[in-house]
């Protein structure tokens, strides 16, 4: 009989997330429940999600905490003597997202947590400080809903440890992530992206003629993340793929390539769409995109981690409205540039566009083993979760 994994996931769990999580592989070997808690813990978010033709059938919705009682005496997951393993990725952010993590303590189960985010995140003291002051106060007055977030993270996690709510094991990616985990139990492991590279080297597919890809976000067109903290998107897309429109083409032009849309997961293109003047738009191949291309532009992407994986130069960018307001998206993509000894570009400035082919590939390795993995040798997440899960 296999060994029972619950996985408790606070958003919408979709056919791209059992692909990242690599639970195919997982399934193998253990029993696996999925619990998408997102309209328990973020109900407004639902509609930042695309409808999907099909969820995997190990996915289980519920929309209360009966719900969730129910289904674990039906399924016998509440018996405290069953040797169940949980996969945790809930935060307390909010009442909800704590009594989860409540629940999740008083099944007297061995938690697992991650902490693999694969990405760079800046912090204030990045900043001079008079800059760290306009930010904050710009934060308060101008970005409010972040500002509240902020604040209700910071009062959930003194509520998370007043409630003793603790993790028994976390994976963890990277040298700079690893520093913060003094005085827990650790395990190694890689970034979601870095490992579905491992897995998929030998497969991708290599183009006649060489691209630009451009690694599109869900926002102005769709809700995006910003979307969580009940906030607009800093572009409008009335602006936004207008001046796209013009960056795109005086860099067709200059490097003689066509410009390709890897669309991000919550996004729903059609394959030539209008907003972005006809040109391809390639949902779930982000990999391989950029694999056979020239040069790869990003606000802020995850998927950054192929084109440092495969030596692709970088074009990080903004617009003039993202630069008016000056939070937090503004920063995120300038000091994501900088970390890999780039400079952000703002696309509505006249601005020649000079070197940016070039890369420092000193920065791409030491960008990797920060933030995708510092393992010694090349090993996929799910045979390092499952040597773990194993174990008694």
């Not at 039906?74 to 009442?95: A, G, M, Y």
């Not at 890689?190 to 897995?199: A, K, Q």
């Not at 607009?232 to 066509?258: G, Q, R, V, W």
Request: aromatic residues 16%; proline residues 3%; charged residues 30%.
């Amino acid at each position: 009989m296999k060994q029972k994994v619950i996985i408790f996931y606070p958003f919408r769990f979709r056919n791209y997330d059992y692909d990242r999580f690599e639970i195919k592989y997982l399934e193998k070997f253990f029993k696996i429940y999925i619990f998408d808690l997102l309209e328990i813990i973020h109900p407004h978010f639902n509609k930042a999600y695309t409808k999907e033709k099909y969820i995997p059938k190990n996915v289980y919705k519920f929309k209360n905490f009966n719900e969730i009682k129910k289904f674990l005496i039906i399924n016998n997951l509440h018996t405290k003597n069953e040797k169940i393993k949980i996969l945790n990725f809930v935060s307390s952010v909010n009442i909800n997202s704590l009594k989860i993590n409540i629940l999740i303590k008083n099944l007297n189960c061995k938690i697992f947590g991650f902490y693999n985010p694969g990405n760079y995140f800046w912090k204030t003291n990045d900043l001079s400080i008079f800059n760290r002051l306009s930010f904050t106060f710009s934060q308060i007055l101008r970005d409010t809903p972040r500002f509240i977030w902020n604040l209700k993270v910071r009062f959930f996690n003194f509520l998370n440890n007043l409630f003793n709510i603790k993790i028994d094991l976390i994976f963890v990616a990277g040298k700079e992530y690893l520093k913060s985990m003094k005085g827990k139990k650790v395990v190694e492991i890689n970034s979601w992206d870095y490992s579905r590279l491992i897995r998929s080297k030998k497969k991708i597919k290599s183009y006649k003629k060489k691209i630009i890809t451009f690694l599109d976000s869900p926002g102005p067109l769709f809700k995006s993340d910003s979307y969580l903290l009940k906030r607009k998107n800093d572009e409008s897309a009335e602006k936004t793929y207008p001046s796209l429109n013009i960056f795109f083409k005086i860099l067709e032009k200059k490097y003689k390539a066509k410009v390709v849309i890897a669309a991000h997961p919550k996004t729903k293109h059609k394959k030539k769409p209008k907003y972005f003047y006809g040109r391809k738009v390639v949902h779930g191949n982000s990999l391989e995109l950029i694999f056979n291309s020239k040069l790869v532009v990003t606000r802020n992407s995850s998927a950054i981690t192929y084109a440092i994986e495969y030596h692709k130069p970088l074009l990080f960018i903004y617009t003039d409205e993202i630069l008016e307001k000056k939070n937090l998206g503004f920063y995120n993509i300038y000091f994501l540039a900088k970390e890999l000894g780039l400079n952000a570009l703002n696309i509505n400035s006249k601005k020649k566009i000079n070197n940016i082919l070039k890369l420092n590939k000193n920065k791409y390795f030491s960008f990797k083993k920060k933030y995708f993995s510092s393992l010694n040798k090349l090993t996929t997440n799910h045979d390092i979760i499952k040597k773990e899960l194993e174990k008694k």
